[in-house]
């Protein structure tokens, strides 16, 4: 008895997951350039985030193209252009993208720097270290959770503007 039961179990489970999973193909990529126009992001000594998210949006679509020829890949903006955020929402939700890769550049301050102090000069090391991008990274996704359940709780507000919300994505 308990080896049908355990049989039957397993032809269930079986049956139920085939019908469960389904292959989703990611066909329509946009990719963001964060910042644009008269907003530069962070600003180093050399380089201003709009310029390199610019720059590896632009290479980063470049591979797409060559490598996963039958994926399409829409951008949000190609030149130094300001594109207000509601826009970029539009054109993905417009594109019916499948993916959207926002990309940003965070700054950080040097890992050492030199202060003059009554005629003498000091060194300061800050407490810098290789592991603050992948907090910053861990950040990002909970305030991305933190997003979707903020939109979950107050969507009847916002489902009326169009391409705010999409349920569907």
Known sequence: MPLRFLALLL?????????YTQERKV?????????GGDKPGAIGHFTKEKDLALAI????????????KDREVIFT????VDVHWAERHEIANRAKANLFVSVHINSTPPKRRRIKSGGKYRTVYDKTTDANGTEVLVLGLTRVSQKEESIGEYSENIT?????LDEKD
């Open 27 to 35: 066909a329509k990529i946009v990719i963001d350039p964060g910042h």
């Open 11 to 19: 032809i269930i489970c079986c049956s139920a997951r085939q019908g």
């Open 57 to 68: 949006s632009l290479k980063l679509g470049e591979i797409i193209r060559k490598n996963l």
């Open 77 to 80: 903006r190609t030149t130094d």
């Open 160 to 164: 009326e503007e169009d391409g705010l």
